[in-house]
């Protein structure tokens, strides 16, 4: 068995409704997917493979590497296949590993019982075979075993993640109620931005958006923030193929001339967080930055682009009252001032999107935390629309 070289059914995890975003990801990177599905895709690989999946991709969150499926109908099951699995061919000795789980068995109450008879599996296992107890605990710092049990189906994997790819690493200050950065890299693909006109993000808040439109333009990909993945944990592990993937980071940033990325915010503090988390992103020189309201945000004129607003709506942030006038002035601003442009506007409340007094185009479906979310793109016509058909 050698695990980065044998092929397995790969998993790839994300935040839901982020898939269709996640499979272009993966094409992109010469892969072919057997499945899409709603918090995830389905495709065939290596270990070695989850390497370059891992360093790359902008929305994901676990790249899952399976090892074994069987029937359970109870915890003691999961025990008796888990305790004859071959482990000490995957641990290092020593070592250090985590269990995580997605757990929906009715003879289960708390996942955490179905965690630790995957624990006692593998270290009674260890214990047998080397005589000494590994490690174990629930930082993921080190392997992670992940368990898949849906009624009487479960399924063990390698995660050769570890901390969630969602959060790409370089933001340092997050803000108020800020968006995962690999939500806001599927928003940015989701626009018809062809990643050389003007990108204007008024009340960018901490950046995340501006930051990660400068970052897809330049092919900046988070691997280039992160140093400890789990596949580090394993027997077997080359860093030689690691480090072949990470040099590759550099050398496939790429040079836009004239790129214009604008953000701004009415705080000062925001912008100041913005910057920085730009400059640790290694995109700060690729953005403007003002201190302004939305409404006093330069759009360059004579060159379509993209104008893309995340506006509070009243979950979290913000009176209703009062935010039912800035989507009015949204609306007032996009028309008056982004002819030519691709409008965008990200919100968790419809009610007051209507409010901003134009039809969308269309309305793109994402999720933020436990709220339904849409990105509502509208089509900014320069003079009236009947001089355009």
């Given at each position: 068995?050698?695990l980065?070289t044998d092929?397995a059914?790969?998993?790839i995890?994300c935040?839901k409704?982020?898939?269709?975003?996640?499979?272009q990801?993966?094409k992109?990177?010469?892969?072919i997917?057997d499945?899409?599905f709603v918090?995830?895709v389905k495709?065939s690989g290596t270990?070695?493979?989850?390497?370059?999946?891992n360093?790359?991709?902008?929305?994901?969150?676990q790249v899952?590497y399976?090892l074994?499926?069987f029937e359970?109908n109870?915890?003691?099951?999961?025990?008796k296949n888990?305790?004859?699995?071959?482990w000490e061919d995957?641990l290092?000795n020593?070592g250090?590993?985590?269990i995580t789980?997605?757990v929906?068995?009715?003879?289960?109450?708390?996942?955490m019982?179905a965690n630790?008879r995957?624990?006692?599996a593998?270290v009674?296992r260890?214990?047998?075979?080397?005589g000494?107890?590994?490690?174990t605990?629930?930082?993921?710092?080190?392997?992670?075993?992940?368990?898949f049990?849906?009624?009487?189906?479960?399924?063990?994997?390698i995660?050769?993640?570890g901390?969630?790819?969602?959060?790409h690493?370089y933001?340092?200050i997050?803000g108020q109620?800020?968006m995962?950065?690999a939500?806001?890299?599927a928003?940015?693909?989701?626009t018809q931005?062809?990643?050389?006109?003007p990108?204007?993000?008024?009340?960018?808040?901490?950046?995340?958006?501006?930051?990660?439109?400068?970052?897809i333009?330049?092919?900046?990909r988070p691997?280039?923030?992160?140093t400890n993945?789990?596949?580090?944990h394993?027997?077997g592990y080359d860093e030689k193929i690691y480090?072949a993937?990470?040099?590759l980071?550099?050398?496939?940033?790429?040079?836009?001339?004239?790129?214009?990325i604008i953000?701004?915010?009415?705080?000062?503090?925001?912008v100041?967080?913005?910057?920085k988390?730009?400059t640790a992103?290694?995109v700060a020189r690729?953005i403007?930055f003002?201190?302004?309201?939305?409404?006093e945000?330069?759009?360059?004129?004579s060159?379509?682009?993209?104008?893309?607003?995340n506006p509070?709506y009243?979950e979290?942030?913000g009176?209703?009252n009062?935010l039912?006038g800035?989507?009015?002035r949204i609306?007032?601003?996009?028309k008056?001032k982004?002819g030519?442009?691709?409008?965008?506007?990200f919100?968790g409340n419809?009610?007051?999107?209507?409010?901003i007094g134009?039809k969308?185009?269309?309305r793109?479906?994402?999720?933020?935390?436990?709220?339904?979310?849409r990105?509502?793109?509208y089509?900014?016509?320069s003079g009236?629309?009947?001089?355009k058909?």
């Amino acid at each position: 068995m050698n695990l980065f070289t044998d092929k397995a059914i790969i998993i790839i995890t994300c935040p839901k409704r982020l898939a269709p975003w996640l499979e272009q990801e993966v094409k992109e990177l010469g892969f072919i997917t057997d499945e899409v599905f709603v918090t995830g895709v389905k495709l065939s690989g290596t270990i070695n493979d989850c390497i370059k999946l891992n360093l790359n991709l902008r929305c994901a969150s676990q790249v899952l590497y399976k090892l074994k499926q069987f029937e359970a109908n109870d915890a003691d099951a999961i025990y008796k296949n888990l305790v004859e699995y071959p482990w000490e061919d995957i641990l290092p000795n020593p070592g250090y590993f985590s269990i995580t789980s997605n757990v929906n068995n009715p003879t289960i109450n708390n996942s955490m019982f179905a965690n630790l008879r995957v624990k006692d599996a593998i270290v009674d296992r260890l214990r047998d075979k080397r005589g000494t107890r590994p490690s174990t605990g629930s930082a993921l710092i080190g392997a992670v075993i992940n368990l898949f049990w849906k009624n009487e189906r479960a399924e063990i994997f390698i995660d050769t993640s570890g901390d969630s790819l969602g959060r790409h690493g370089y933001r340092k200050i997050p803000g108020q109620a800020p968006m995962l950065e690999a939500l806001a890299a599927a928003t940015v693909y989701a626009t018809q931005w062809d990643k050389k006109s003007p990108f204007v993000n008024p009340m960018c808040g901490s950046g995340t958006v501006a930051i990660e439109a400068a970052m897809i333009a330049t092919n900046r990909r988070p691997g280039l923030f992160r140093t400890n993945y789990a596949f580090m944990h394993l027997r077997g592990y080359d860093e030689k193929i690691y480090q072949a993937e990470d040099s590759l980071l550099e050398q496939q940033i790429i040079d836009v001339p004239g790129l214009r990325i604008i953000a701004t915010d009415y705080s000062a503090r925001a912008v100041e967080n913005a910057r920085k988390n730009a400059t640790a992103a290694g995109v700060a020189r690729l953005i403007n930055f003002t201190v302004c309201d939305f409404a006093e945000t330069e759009i360059p004129p004579s060159v379509p682009g993209i104008f893309y607003v995340n506006p509070e709506y009243g979950e979290r942030l913000g009176d209703i009252n009062q935010l039912e006038g800035t989507y009015s002035r949204i609306g007032d601003f996009m028309k008056q001032k982004c002819g030519g442009y691709l409008g965008y506007v990200f919100t968790g409340n419809l009610e007051l999107a209507k409010k901003i007094g134009l039809k969308a185009k269309r309305r793109i479906e994402f999720y933020t935390s436990t709220i339904d979310c849409r990105l509502l793109e509208y089509e900014l016509y320069s003079g009236s629309r009947s001089e355009k058909v």
